[in-house]
C-alpha cells in the first residue's frame, strides 16, 4: 500500500480523512484506486487531458510529478499539494 497525503481542499471526498492508502503502480493508477474509494477525487487533480490541474501540485518523496505515468512503489508517499492564492 502507498500512502498519500490529501490537501485541505479534497477533505471533503475523503470525509475528513489527511492521510489514505491506495494501491497502484504509477501515480494514474494510485489517483484511479483513491476515486475508487473516494469518487470524484481523481477529478479535481486530474484533467480531462489527463494532465495535473494547474492549481494541485503532486510529489513522491521529494520529487516533483509533471506526468502520472511516473512509477511509484509500495515503499512510495505521494504528497499533493493545493495551490494557495491570494492578492
Do not use: K, W
Not at 497502484?24 to 495535473?52: A, H, K
Amino acid at each position: 500500500m502507498i500512502f498519500v497525503s490529501l490537501p485541505s481542499q479534497l477533505h471533503s471526498y475523503s470525509g475528513g480523512v489527511s492521510r489514505v492508502e491506495a494501491r497502484g503502480e504509477t501515480v494514474d493508477m494510485v489517483l484511479t484506486d483513491l476515486d475508487r474509494c473516494f469518487p470524484g477525487i481523481r477529478f479535481r487533480i486530474i484533467d480531462e487531458q489527463n494532465r495535473i490541474r494547474r492549481h494541485m501540485r503532486i510529489f513522491v518523496g521529494r520529487d516533483a510529478v509533471t506526468d502520472i505515468d511516473r512509477a511509484v512503489g509500495d515503499a512510495d508517499e505521494i504528497l499533493i499539494f493545493g495551490a494557495l492564492s491570494g492578492g
